[in-house]
């Protein structure tokens, strides 16, 4: 059974910034994708940016520039650094897996609360 443990949102004013983690158990491909998801109220859930087994990187335009997403292998976790917020950003965000064997993510997060006061 695989697990993935969100932590580090909270409250910040726009132009702060802010981290959250991603802590991985269970039995874990060794070969995945990791990512971070968020949605807003009202909204559809939306790919915000991933990193692959290797370390390669990817993210969305609205973040670019802005988020940065990294890993640590040996113990399981991903971070993502976001500087610069904006009240956009505003969302549960969420941390998912996605097996080498899989096109789309397998595991979720439970999510944690980003609020970005204007």
């Known amino acids: 059974q695989v697990q993935l443990v969100e932590s580090g949102g909270g409250l910040v004013q726009a132009g702060g910034s802010l981290s959250v983690s991603c802590a991985v158990s269970?039995?874990?491909?060794?070969?995945?994708?990791m990512g971070w998801y968020r949605q807003a109220p009202g909204k559809q859930r939306e790919w915000v940016a991933g990193?692959?087994?290797?370390?390669?990187?990817n993210y969305a335009d609205s973040v670019k520039g802005r988020f940065t997403i990294s890993r640590d292998n040996a113990n399981n976790t991903v971070y993502l650094e976001m500087n610069s917020l904006k009240p956009e950003d505003t969302a549960v965000y969420y941390c998912?897996?996605?097996?080498?064997?899989?096109?789309?993510?397998?595991?979720w997060g439970q999510g944690t609360q980003v609020t970005v006061s204007s």
């Open positions: 269970g039995n874990i491909f060794s070969i995945n994708t």
């Open positions: 990193i692959t087994s290797g370390g390669s990187t």
């Open positions: 998912s897996l996605r097996p080498s064997y899989s096109a789309m993510p397998r595991y």
